[in-house]
């Protein structure tokens, strides 16, 4: 007898509401019917001239191997890819896959791109550099509007195994100094957290705690919708507005409960937008004040007996996770949620946890699969830089980064908090 799961993806579906691994299941099943495998192949050959497939490096094996069949099918195939940008193995993304399938082109076919239309001569240096020694190669040529750019790259050494605040107040006075505004200056890092911690906004782990989770999506609107982070801090928010009125149980549930009613992004994200205006921080406000405005705003459609005082309940971490949005405070974002972006400022954080392994690829020490990934991180982060880029580093591993970073041939300085 089909499973509840079962039945909801069939009927999702029957309603043409697909998921990519929906589509890859479907397109795999499809190719192994030899018959129309072939005659699709053929039909697809007779139509399209040549197909060009951008951003490779994000693709997973599956969609490789309709690249592969594409190619078998006689059309020319065009493959844009930077390997070091593969940063989604946890979602099975490509690693050496990649690598090899670009071995099956002849040598002639396999062209380089050094040109760099972004990034100033010193950060172009820095980004080589920041390639394991295999894929580092002589630095792209800076060809954009900064190519006569003089400003260093910085390292920023912190003391301490956690990631102080004054990175941040160091970086956005190296960003004032070339005009650059804050909300042009964001500081990455591989999470969210450690890169809240360099702004000066720490983060509390929200548990199973409606407040918190509510505080947190807040916080998030707040501090991330004007900064580009649009889609993850209204769905965030939707999901903790959801949690608290008790249209799902906990925030597990909530990709089932939209597919599950049909909701499409107009169908909620204006009322979001809203709550996520109206529960911002007033200037002077008290935790309890806003907690009170929270719990009068959220105050109805609730599912369940509780009130909303029992679902939203003080808490001591309150006063620690509500922070006024400023003009001046900088946008801390994570590694993925910023590939394909670019900024005039880039700060990136090296975690006293991380930086060693991260250094040891650099080096050419280890090959280790996670710790290569590590390391594109911080190589995607820094490439997002147009004028400025600081890497904060541990002191133990200052001296250490830059001699790496010198190799590239640009000015490379050290500043110590």
């Known amino acids: 007898m089909p499973s509840l799961a079962q039945n909801l993806i069939s009927r999702a579906l029957a309603d043409g509401r697909l998921d990519f691994e929906d589509v890859r299941e479907c397109v795999r099943d499809r190719l192994a019917q030899r018959l129309f495998r072939d005659r699709l192949g053929a039909a697809l050959a007779g139509r399209f001239r040549e197909i060009v497939v951008d951003e490779a490096q994000d693709c997973n094996p599956a969609d490789l191997e309709i690249v592969k069949w594409l190619r078998s099918s006689g059309i020319n195939i065009k493959v844009i890819c930077d390997p070091n940008q593969a940063i989604y193995a946890f979602r099975g993304g490509l690693t050496d896959d990649l690598l090899k399938f670009g071995a099956a082109f002849d040598a002639d076919d396999r062209l380089p791109m050094s040109g760099n239309f972004r990034s100033s001569p010193a950060i172009c240096a820095a980004i080589s550099q920041l390639r394991p020694p295999a894929a580092r190669g002589p630095p792209d040529v800076s060809l954009g509007p900064y190519k006569d750019e003089t400003t260093p790259v910085y390292i920023v050494a912190y003391g301490g195994a956690g990631v102080p605040a004054t990175i941040g107040k160091r970086f956005q006075a190296l960003a004032a100094g070339l005009g650059i505004p804050p909300s042009s200056a964001p500081v990455l890092a591989s999470t969210w957290a450690s890169a809240g911690n360099a702004v000066g906004r720490p983060f509390s782990d929200a548990g199973n705690d409606k407040t ?91 599912v369940g007996d509780s009130t909303i005082n029992q679902r939203l309940r003080s808490h001591p971490k309150l006063g620690s996770m509500l922070v006024e949005a400023s003009p001046t405070a900088l946008p801390a ?59 904060a580093a541990p002191k133990s591993r200052a001296s250490a980064l830059k001699a790496i970073l010198d190799a590239g041939g640009q000015p490379v300085r050290v500043l110590s908090l």
């Open 212 to 302: 918190l989770i509510l505080v947190d999506a807040v916080m998030s609107f707040q501090f991330t919708f004007e900064a580009g982070n649009r889609r993850e801090a209204l769905a965030h928010l939707h999901r903790a507005v959801l949690l608290v009125r008790g249209a799902i149980s906990n925030v597990g549930a909530y990709s089932n409960y939209v597919a599950t009613c049909g909701l499409d992004d107009g169908s909620w994200r204006p009322t979001t937008i809203e709550i996520g205006q109206r529960l911002h921080l007033r200037r002077g406000e008290q935790p309890e004040e806003w907690l009170q405005r929270a719990r009068d705003l959220l105050d109805s459609d609730l």
């Open 333 to 391: 974002r994570a590694i993925h949620a910023v590939k394909g972006l670019e900024f005039p400022a880039v700060c990136v954080i090296l975690t006293a946890k991380t930086a060693g392994g991260i250094l040891d690829v650099l080096t050419g020490a280890t090959i280790d699969a996670k710790l290569v990934e590590d390391t594109r991180k911080i190589y995607v982060a820094a490439s997002r830089a147009e004028r400025l880029l600081a890497i």
